[in-house]
């Protein structure tokens, strides 16, 4: 609905959802780098065209993308939106709320998944499948609500738990 307003106003709106246009600075924010692996916050992705945005920027530049997604949707279906996510070489970690719905739209995509409930599971998970050259990707595509106050609540979380839980 937005981009159809943007569009009927005159406002080229291909820029916007271009996977190609630069991110702002507090997005995508490096971390950690641990054992080789690089450890992304995005907390601030709550839509799924910004996670896509975010996945696309980091995939040249690694093996593979570690992807956590959760959150809760605010009533848009995000599954629609996981076969872009196909093309790459990656794993999606489902976390929160909405993470078995999530998980059953990977596995009709024959996206490799994990699901579980919490985002410091989902951080142990991606640990343990981390490979040097690969990335870590918080970009939830999805509210906070369900499991911290905000996203700059889930993201402090993200990186507290890199920091005293994976950084042993």
């Not at 106003?9 to 271009?18: F, M, R, V, Y």
């Amino acid at each position: 609905m937005v981009y159809a307003l943007l569009d009927a106003l005159g406002i080229n709106t291909h820029a916007i959802a271009s996977h190609d246009a630069p991110l702002p600075d507090h997005r995508v924010h490096l971390v950690a780098h641990l054992n080789g692996v690089d450890w992304y916050n995005d907390s601030k992705s709550t839509v799924m065209e910004a996670t896509l945005a975010a996945v696309a920027k980091l995939a040249p530049h690694y093996q593979r993308i570690i992807l956590l997604l959760g959150g809760v949707s605010k009533g848009v279906d995000r599954t629609p939106y996981l076969h872009q996510l196909a093309p790459y070489n990656m794993h999606v970690i489902c976390f929160g709320k909405e993470s078995a719905l999530l998980a059953t739209a990977c596995l009709e995509h024959n996206l490799a998944y994990s699901a579980c409930e919490t985002l410091a599971a989902a951080c142990t998970i991606a640990q343990s499948y981390a490979q040097p050259g690969d990335a870590v990707l918080l970009s939830p595509g999805g509210a906070s609500f369900d499991l911290f106050t905000n996203y700059e609540e889930r993201g402090k979380a993200f990186v507290n738990i890199i920091q005293t839980q994976l950084h042993n």
